[in-house]
């Protein structure tokens, strides 16, 4: 299920639009995609703590995403992903910025049942000055598509970065595919029908 954007100097929800202006998208590395506001990326596995709230993102499956309280622990960097439930995945960033921005935040994926849902969005709040974190994290047996994945951060319509995941099947990435086991990301997976946080 998609996750709140987490700024790690505070879970703020939302704050006033803020423009920048945008050059040419620049190829940062391997399918991945930044504008000249990205100060730093790193594209990962996530384990995340336990969720503190929800917040309403009628964008996504379930109509809301998780809020975590504290910063999410990024276990391993790279873009391919093990389809294995209780596991995250997706993108820390921060931006050249001042103040504080309004993000809208979209996660494309291959058809997902019942319904074959091929994206999810919702928006947030990054603090000026602040690192933040939007991932996906396994929650349900239907999310668990093999395929091509992208995660996107926009502000007013322009493109911050855009980084693409490939999510394979567990058997296809052994050494990443127990890496959240025991700890506190599964303790964290709400019964079905859970959340699209």
């Given at each position: 299920?998609?996750?709140?954007?987490?700024?790690?100097?505070?879970?703020?929800?939302?704050?006033?639009?803020?423009?920048?202006?945008?050059?040419?998208?620049?190829?940062?590395?391997?399918?991945?995609?930044?504008?000249?506001q990205?100060?730093e990326?790193?594209?990962?596995?996530f384990?995340?703590?336990?969720?503190?709230?929800?917040?309403?993102?009628?964008?996504?499956?379930?109509?809301?995403?998780?809020?975590?309280?504290?910063?999410?622990?990024?276990?391993?960097?790279?873009?391919?992903?093990?389809?294995?439930?209780?596991?995250?995945?997706?993108?820390?960033?921060?931006?050249?910025?001042?103040?504080?921005?309004?993000?809208?935040y979209?996660?494309?994926?291959?058809p997902?049942?019942?319904?074959?849902v091929?994206?999810?969005?919702?928006?947030?709040?990054?603090?000026?000055?602040?690192?933040?974190?939007?991932?996906?994290?396994?929650?349900t047996?239907?999310?668990?598509?093999?395929?091509?994945?992208?995660?996107?951060?926009?502000?007013?319509?322009?493109?911050?970065?855009?980084?693409?995941?490939?999510?394979?099947?567990?058997?296809?990435?052994?050494?990443?595919?127990?890496?959240?086991?025991?700890?506190?990301?599964?303790s964290?997976?709400?019964?079905?029908?859970?959340?699209?946080?």
């Open positions: 299920m998609p996750r709140g954007s987490l700024n790690f100097t505070s879970p703020a929800l939302l704050a006033g639009l803020v423009l920048f202006p945008m050059s040419c998208p620049a190829l940062a590395g391997d399918n991945v995609v930044t504008s000249d990205v100060a990326l790193t594209a990962g596995l384990c995340a703590p336990p969720m503190a709230g929800r917040r309403d993102a009628p964008g996504t499956v379930f109509g809301w995403v998780h809020v975590p309280d504290v910063p999410v622990d990024l276990i391993a960097e790279g873009q391919i992903a093990p389809a294995v439930l209780g596991l995250g995945f997706g993108v820390r960033f921060t931006l050249h910025q001042e103040t504080n921005a309004v993000l809208s979209t996660v494309t994926h291959p997902m049942p019942p319904r074959g091929t994206e999810q969005n919702w928006t947030g709040t990054m603090d000026a000055g602040a690192a933040d974190t939007m991932f996906f994290q396994f929650d047996p239907d999310e668990l598509q093999p395929g091509d994945w992208s995660f996107s951060v926009s502000q007013d319509g322009a493109y911050l970065l855009t980084v693409e995941f490939t999510v394979v099947p567990a058997a296809a990435a052994p050494g990443l595919a127990h890496l959240c086991r025991g700890g506190a990301l599964l964290a997976i709400p019964s079905p029908p859970g959340a699209a946080g």
